[in-house]
Each structure stands twice: as structure tokens, then as C-alpha cells.
């Protein structure tokens, strides 16, 4: 690529000029003076110049072709150059096979999304369990446009009232004695606090974690990863980190009896309801109650890791329901937004919850529990209650199992299984092929779909809770056709990844 860069995608009046390639780092936009970097005149003018026209065309609502054209070059070149290009090779949908142009989304409603070029795809991705009141719900997009107007952020001085009014409502949700929140932006920033208050309260430093399991990438909560493809890079991780098979209570209580014998303290299990990363893996019906039992035999504090299986997506409010058990500490994230804001929470009790009390400075951040998050969490508890959407998902769920087995089951050497809880499915294949040209015939067919971190060969159905059947009916269809084409040998050459 050449060292050259140019910012003349947009014209000095912000419109666009042409369909061009912008390029990477032109000598000259900095100059060296020793150790420091000075920026010139003309690279911030560019820069302004730029980003007036990125401000109105993201402003629009429909763009010209010749607009379109030059946003996709412009996207592409864009995260190869500035982003990460490592995106252009793995994204399971990002290239069209016959003219390597890529997809670039613009709009959503409901279950549909629009590309640039108008083509739409049904949602079975659900923004990996981000849209379970489907996209831009008017009903938490208005909540959340009026706060907008009015005060996005907080002044971090005054009392916030739309904090307040978020977690009274999670306080009386949450099950058993669990009431005191803590917002963030992120679900691996609510496993980070979840560790952190374990540890003040236990007063211990150890955790265990399951095999499979996946509950963020910073460095505490990628410290739990169950896979190490993901932990290597980055190691040493926390230290006093041990691991035991997901779903079986026998391996945990051995794991305890050995870790108090040699004096290791342990201060909590960390574990997911369902395993989404790990392939919406749900454990033995006698899991959870023996694993609530050992955890208080042991003295150690459960954290439910409901991230991705909360706000309903398991056919229960919260997935820990479906086996009567309530954790010590409780992440929520992802779909807690209404899928319009970024909005993740840890809720404890009372007692545990104490230990930060006399200093509440001790675990804060700027810009957690801000007005326009907690707003659309409001909008989304009420969305979610008023068009009871666990039912839905309990529902649609096992309607989506009851089409889709049999046709697993005629096809069973390439299609292993399809099993989940609620609107928490995956589908598993033979192979990491077989998966990837599922994952690409249904986007050619309309549907968008797409593995798991933790298993290629797994394909994950995670729709909006409120997905009209006729979106469920087209998904049987079109995966039964899929499967069968598979089967004929018809997928020809498999693409690089």
C-alpha cells in the first residue's frame, strides 16, 4: 500500500467528492522534533473537512448511488487503515463473493437490516444477544431521543435520577435478596466489578471458572476464559485462577475439596446459565441447585454470569430461574440497553454490597449509569415486561426446535445437533467448513447468522424475542434448502478465513 494518505473523500462544503480509496500514512502530516510530534495546519483542516462530511452523510437517511459507492470504498479502506484489517478476513459476512464489495450496514427495524444498496436480511444474530426488543423498538428509542434533548451525560456531582430509577427497577426484579446495582457500559466491566466486590467481600483473591466459558477480554474477566486461544496471548493472567467442566457439579466439588485441603482460598464461581460463546450449552437440571449447595458449603460467593442469557432471552426473565436458584452477584449487559445503549450492571446484595459503602469511590466510572443508558434501560425492563418477551422466547424456542429436528435429524452426518433454552439456539456441524458455508448460504439467502469465539463448526440462532413467526417459518425453510444443498456437494471451493 502506499505511504501516502488523502482526505478528499469530502469536498470543502462537507459533500462527497468521488468514489475513492483513501490510503494509509502520508509522510509529512507530522513533524519530528526529537521525540515529539507535531501535527500540521493542513493535516487538521483535512481532518475537519472530513469529518463535516462524515457528520451530514450519517445524518441522511438515504443515500444517492454515487454517495453509496464511495461509503463503501470508504468504510473498507477505513478499518483496513485505521481500525483493524484483520476484520476484512474474518468476518463471516463482510465480502460478497462475487465482487468483493463489502457490506455495509446502514438502518434496522425490528428483525430487518438494510444494507447501504437497500438489500435487507433477516436478524438471527440479534447483535449477539444485544437486540432482544429487536431494533430501534420506538418505544425505548423515544425514551431515550427525549433524555437526549434534555441531558445526555451526568454532571458526576448531582444525584442522577435516571440511575436511581434503573436500579429500583433492578433491585425489585432481581431475584431473592439481590438489590444493590452498579452500571457500566460493558458486559466484561461488569464481570471486572463482579471480581472486585468478590474479592473485598471474601476477603479472598482465588476464582473458578468453567471450560468453554467466555465473560469479556479485559484482563480480569479474560482471566475466566475457558479457552486458550484467547488467554496465550496475553499471559500471565490473575493468578489463583482454576477450571472445572461446565455442567458438572462432581468435578466443582472435587475442584473445592481440593483447593481447601492445600489452603487456597477461593472467593467466588463465576459461571454462565447457558454457555452462549460456548455453544448455548445448557447444563443438567441438577447443576445449578448442587452447585448453589457447594458454593455455600464452601463459603464461596456465586456470580451468574447473565450477560447474554438475561432480559428474557432463555424464555425466563433471568436464565437461573429455570432451576429456582439465586446467585450472590448478578451480571446483566447487552440487551439491559433496549439495544439502543450500551448499558451493563452487577447487582448484589445488601450485605456484600456494604463492604463499598464506606468508601463508594473505591469502583466508579465516568461514564457508567449515564442518563441516556439508564434511560433506555427503563424503556427496555418495560418493553420487556409489558410485551412478555421470556413467554415469547419460550415459545418461538421450542417452535424453532420442534421444525428444525427433523431436519437435523435427515441430515445428521453433517448436522450434529441443534439444541438450546429459550431464543439462546445453536446449530452444530460436522466441521468448521460445513459451518461456514451454512453461515454464507443463509446470507445469501437473506439471513444473518454467524458463529461463536469459541467453536467455528457452531452456528448461533439468537433473534429478537419479539421475531414474527413468519421470520421463524422463513428460517426453517431456508435452512432445510441450505442443508440439503450442502449435502448434494454443491458449496463448491471453500473460501479462505
Not at 489452603?263 to 448455548?280: H, K, R, S
Request: one cysteine or more; glycine letters at 10%.
Amino acid at each position: 500500500m502506499s505511504n501516502e494518505k488523502t482526505l478528499t473523500l469530502f469536498n470543502a462544503n462537507g459533500k462527497l467528492a468521488k468514489p475513492m480509496v483513501l490510503k494509509a500514512g502520508r509522510s509529512g502530516d507530522k513533524k519530528s522534533l526529537g521525540s515529539r510530534y507535531v501535527r500540521s495546519k493542513e493535516a487538521e483542516e483535512e481532518v475537519l473537512q472530513a469529518s463535516s462530511g462524515y457528520r451530514d452523510i450519517f445524518a441522511k437517511r438515504r443515500l444517492k448511488s454515487f454517495d453509496r459507492m464511495t461509503l463503501i470504498n470508504a468504510t473498507v479502506e477505513n478499518i483496513s487503515t485505521y481500525y483493524n484489517k484483520g476484520y476484512l478476513e474474518y468476518r463471516k459476512s463482510a465480502l460478497v463473493p462475487s465482487n468483493d464489495r463489502a457490506i455495509v450496514e446502514w438502518s434496522g427495524k425490528g428483525s430487518v437490516i438494510r444494507d447501504v444498496n437497500g438489500r435487507r436480511w433477516i436478524d438471527f444474530l440479534g447483535g449477539y444477544g444485544v437486540y432482544n426488543m429487536g431494533i430501534c423498538h420506538p418505544q425505548i428509542v423515544k425514551a431515550v431521543s427525549a433524555q437526549l434533548t434534555r441531558m445526555p451525560l451526568n454532571s458526576q456531582e448531582l444525584f442522577a435520577p435516571q440511575l436511581g430509577a434503573l436500579a429500583h427497577l433492578l433491585g425489585e426484579l432481581a431475584p431473592g435478596e439481590l438489590q444493590q446495582c452498579f452500571f457500566i457500559n460493558n458486559g466484561t466491566d461488569a464481570i471486572e466489578g463482579a471480581m472486585k466486590l468478590a474479592r473485598l467481600h471474601t476477603k479472598k483473591t482465588g476464582f473458578i471458572a468453567t471450560l468453554g466459558a467466555f465473560h469479556g477480554k479485559s484482563m480480569g474477566s479474560l482471566s475466566l476464559m475457558g479457552k486458550a486461544h484467547y488467554r496465550e496471548p496475553f499471559e500471565p493472567l490473575l493468578q489463583n485462577i482454576h477450571f472445572v467442566p461446565f455442567g458438572d457439579a462432581e468435578a466443582l466439588e472435587d475442584e473445592l475439596r481440593k483447593l481447601r485441603a492445600i489452603g487456597t482460598d477461593i472467593a467466588a464461581f463465576v459461571v454462565e446459565p447457558v454457555q452462549g460463546e460456548g455453544g448455548a450449552r445448557v447444563p443438567p437440571n441438577e447443576y445449578f441447585p448442587r452447585v448453589r449447595q457447594l458454593c455455600d458449603e464452601y463459603e464461596i460467593l456465586l456470580i451468574a454470569d447473565e450477560i447474554q442469557t438475561g432480559m428474557g432471552r432463555t424464555g425466563k426473565i433471568f436464565a437461573l430461574e429455570h432451576w429456582g436458584v439465586v446467585p450472590d452477584i448478578l451480571c446483566l449487559g447487552k440487551a439491559l440497553g433496549g439495544g439502543v445503549m450500551p448499558l451493563s450492571a452487577f447487582i448484589s446484595t445488601p450485605a456484600i454490597w456494604s463492604d463499598m459503602e464506606a468508601n463508594p469511590f473505591l469502583h466508579t466510572s465516568t461514564t457508567g449509569g449515564n442518563a441516556l443508558a439508564c434511560t433506555a434501560g427503563i424503556a427496555a425492563i418495560n418493553v420487556m415486561l409489558e410485551e412478555k418477551l421470556a413467554d415469547q422466547a419460550a415459545e418461538k424456542g421450542a417452535y424453532l426446535l420442534k421444525h428444525l429436528r427433523p431436519i437435523q435429524l435427515a441430515y445428521a452426518d453433517l448436522w450434529k445437533s441443534v439444541h438450546g433454552l429459550g431464543l439462546l439456539m445453536a446449530m452444530d456441524f460436522k466441521d468448521t467448513e460445513t459451518g461456514y458455508a451454512v453461515a454464507e448460504r443463509l446470507f445469501e439467502k437473506g439471513i444473518l447468522v454467524a458463529g461463536t469465539l469459541i467453536s467455528a463448526q457452531t452456528i448461533r440462532i439468537e433473534p429478537a424475542l419479539n421475531i414474527p413467526e413468519r421470520y421463524l417459518d422463513r428460517f426453517v425453510d431456508v435452512m432445510g434448502d441450505t442443508i440439503k444443498w450442502i449435502a448434494k456437494g454443491s458449496r463448491g471451493k471453500k473460501p479462505k478465513r
